[in-house]
T-cell receptor
Framework: RKEVEQDPGPFNVPEGATVAFNCTYS??????FFWYRQDCRKEPKLLMS???SGNEDGRFTAQLNRASQYISLLIRDSKLSDSATYLC??????????FGKGTMLLVSP | SAVISQKPSRDICQRGTSLTIQCQVD?????MFWYRQQPGQSLTLIAT?????????ESGFVIDKFPISRPNLTFSTLTVSNMSPEDSSIYLC?????????????FGPGTRLLVL
């Protein structure tokens, strides 16, 4: 079983739509969780951390379910500029991160 | 966050040669890392660059192939030695910093390597 699994997509949505991505992780000892965004031919950039209580940053909402070992990202009112690959990232300790393969999002006019 | 630069940004190399990639940070950081991202794949950690001691390599990566230097808290180099076409990839350095309430990593722009 892969350590961090994501649906690769692509998710094709129109502008203004709401879209959700899920991610599962295998290491129950994982301590911290993140969503990164990677644009084509660019480096990954931190989108948001994911906290146990759930957290929101503008149009983006992240949730963590430790019992089921999954993380979600909800994007409301999608913009064309949201088109990117979204990477689910897990830290199991010692500052090392494990990356999922990413979910591609395409927002169309 | 931090400003991270990498040189070169891209290169095309002949097999059997070696390439050294530099990573420079605008502030002192304890943790620096080197990753590889092959086409269509996610990021794979090569090693943790330790200041003042040998790098810590992940399974499948060895010092002879990927020697790393970390002379101070703002700089590191990764060398890809005796290159083959399978080494064609994007190589990224990252630094560990606080990201909200949790420590996470911020990435340099990457070095795109093509080995012929």
């Amino acid at each position: 079983r892969k350590e961090v699994e994501q649906d690769p997509g692509p998710f094709n949505v129109p502008e203004g739509a709401t879209v959700a991505f899920n991610c599962t992780y295998s290491n129950s000892a994982s301590q911290s969780f993140f969503w990164y965004r990677q644009d084509c031919r660019k480096e990954p950039k931190l989108l948001m951390s994911v906290y146990s209580s759930g957290n929101e940053d503008g149009r983006f909402t992240a949730q963590l379910n430790r019992a089921s070992q999954y993380i979600s990202l909800l994007i409301r009112d999608s913009k064309l500029s949201d088109s990117a690959t979204y990477l689910c990232v897990v830290n199991a300790g010692y500052s090392t991160l494990t990356f999922g393969k990413g979910t591609m999002l395409l927002v169309s006019p | 966050s931090a400003v991270i630069s990498q040189k070169p940004s891209r290169d095309i190399c002949q097999r059997g040669t070696s390439l050294t990639i530099q990573c420079q940070v605008d502030s002192q950081v304890t943790m620096m890392f080197w990753y590889r991202q092959q086409p269509g794949q996610s990021l794979t950690l090569i090693a943790t660059a330790n200041q003042g001691s040998e790098a810590t390599y992940e399974s499948g990566f060895v010092i002879d192939k990927f020697p790393i230097s970390r002379p101070n808290l703002t700089f590191s180099t990764l060398t890809v030695s005796n290159m083959s076409p399978e080494d064609s990839s994007i190589y990224l350095c990252s630094v560990g910093l606080a990201g909200g309430l949790q420590e996470t990593q911020y990435f340099g722009p990457g070095t795109r390597l093509l080995v012929l």
